[in-house]
Nanobody
Framework: QVQLVESGGGLVQSGGSLRLSCTAS????????MGWYRQAPGKQRELVAR????????LYADSVKGRFIVSRDSAKNTPYLQMNSLKPEDTAVYYC????????WGQGTQVTVSS
């Protein structure tokens, strides 16, 4: 089992930036996908950005393209999320996700963007 813990969330003004990190309880040796999801109040959890090893691609939600960048800590196989030009509609709880032969989720970190 792997426990994931997100950090880096907080309150930021519109147009600001935040960088989210995901820490694992042990090194993840391999993965099929890793990335970030978010859930706003009253809405379903949605994909923000995901790295896939099988296709070698990075997928972004249309709403964050050009503003967010997902990357990987190659030593630990955990994802980062650099969020720039934040908007109030980016306000949500952000979750780290890693898929191996199991699906692992963090507990989430709150991101609040004020207008």
């Amino acid at each position: 089992q792997v426990q994931l813990v997100e950090s880096g969330g907080g309150l930021v003004q519109s147009g600001g930036s935040l960088r989210l990190s995901c820490t694992a309880s042990r090194r993840i040796d391999w993965f099929t996908t890793m990335g970030w999801y978010r859930q706003a109040p009253g809405k379903q959890r949605e994909l923000v950005a995901r790295i896939s090893t099988d296709s070698g691609t990075i997928l972004y939600a249309d709403s964050v393209k050009g503003r967010f960048i997902v990357s990987r800590d190659s030593a630990k196989n955990t994802p980062y999320l650099q969020m720039n030009s934040l908007k109030p509609e980016d306000t949500a709880v952000y979750y780290c996700n890693v898929r191996t032969d199991h699906i692992y989720w963090g507990q989430g970190t709150q991101v609040t963007v004020s207008s």
